[in-house]
């Protein structure tokens, strides 16, 4: 299993909440800026910077809503999220319907600035809030058997224009290998920026696997099954020789329509030069050795 992840900062350490969402604060405060986490320092080292809440919450991919960029942010206000709740349930040992808040109780909620880059070729960089899934795994307790977890998305036809259109197949469904799971980088996120999650983010709570592309990180999570078998992808089922089970990021395997070798950043500026992709979206040391082994080209 990887190493958790532990945090060596303190409050002191803390960019306020303003510069973040302030373009010309940001460039003017770059260089004394002390990031929030592992995965933000490495993003400031390299000279990234958060994008702004409205980039991050205007520039979405929720086909339950539409499939223009723009569709959820016009659309997700009428979905419900009070009460929430969230199935449990296959090779666990407390199976179960948990409230949210019954689920998350007593769990840390952390800061995780992290790359998020879409196979479409275009990335982001996030202000995640949330915990770590391998400790929501912890709490119902995973089966020896278990190799898989399995994800499912909310349905609401009333509420979503997109799953009235039937634009895909629904509900949508994603699944990890369980040590992607289990490992410290992978999030369930609950807000951004400090404040709860936008519903065209995937309010209240949804999956984040920063070195994977983004549709591997499903949202609006209402179902979480452990299985001992590879479970269904929505977009694998949809097309299977473009979207694979693991779908890493990788700068070297292109998708069969485009090059995934460089990438467009959001927030960047008509005139804005494409950015190189890194191998695994820049998590390579971290998660590299989860892929031992392997042949990406033919796993990817």
């Not at 940001?26 to 993003?43: K, V, W, Y």
């Not at 190799?147 to 036809?157: C, H, L, N, W, Y």
């Amino acid at each position: 299993m990887a190493r958790r992840w532990t945090n060596d900062l303190t409050h002191a350490d803390v960019t306020p909440k303003a510069l973040w969402l302030n373009r010309r604060q940001i460039m003017a405060g770059m260089a004394g800026a002390t990031a929030l986490s592992m995965a933000g320092r490495g993003a400031m080292a390299q000279g990234l910077e958060p994008n702004t809440l409205e980039q991050i919450s205007s520039y979405n991919n929720f086909y339950e809503f539409g499939t223009g960029k723009e569709d959820p942010m016009r659309h997700a206000d009428a979905m419900q999220i009070e009460p929430w709740s969230i199935t449990v349930d296959g090779m666990v040992d407390n199976p179960g319907e948990y409230a949210l808040a019954e689920l998350l109780d007593g769990l840390d909620i952390e800061e995780r600035i992290y790359r998020f880059r879409c196979v479409e070729a275009w990335s982001m960089v996030v202000p995640w809030n949330g915990v770590e899934l391998a400790d929501v795994l912890d709490r119902v307790g995973v089966q020896s058997g278990a190799r898989f977890v399995a994800f499912e998305t909310v349905v609401q036809p009333d509420n979503m224009p997109g799953v009235r259109r039937g634009v895909i197949p629904f509900p949508y469904i994603e699944g990890l290998r369980l040590d992607e799971a289990r490992h410290p980088l992978t999030l369930l996120a609950t807000g951004i920026y400090g404040e709860p999650m936008p519903k065209q983010n995937g309010a209240p709570i949804r999956l984040v696997v920063p070195w994977k592309y983004g549709f591997k990180s499903i949202k609006s999570i209402v179902r979480i099954t452990l299985t001992d078998t590879m479970p269904e992808t929505t977009w694998n089922n949809l097309n299977a020789r473009e979207y694979g089970f693991y779908s890493n990021v990788n700068p070297e395997v292109d998708h069969p329509r485009w090059s995934q070798a460089t990438e467009r950043q959001i927030g960047g500026g008509l005139f804005a030069r494409r950015q190189d992709t890194l191998m695994f979206n820049g998590y390579e040391d971290e998660v590299a050795a989860l892929y031992e082994g392997m042949d990406l080209r033919e796993n990817y």
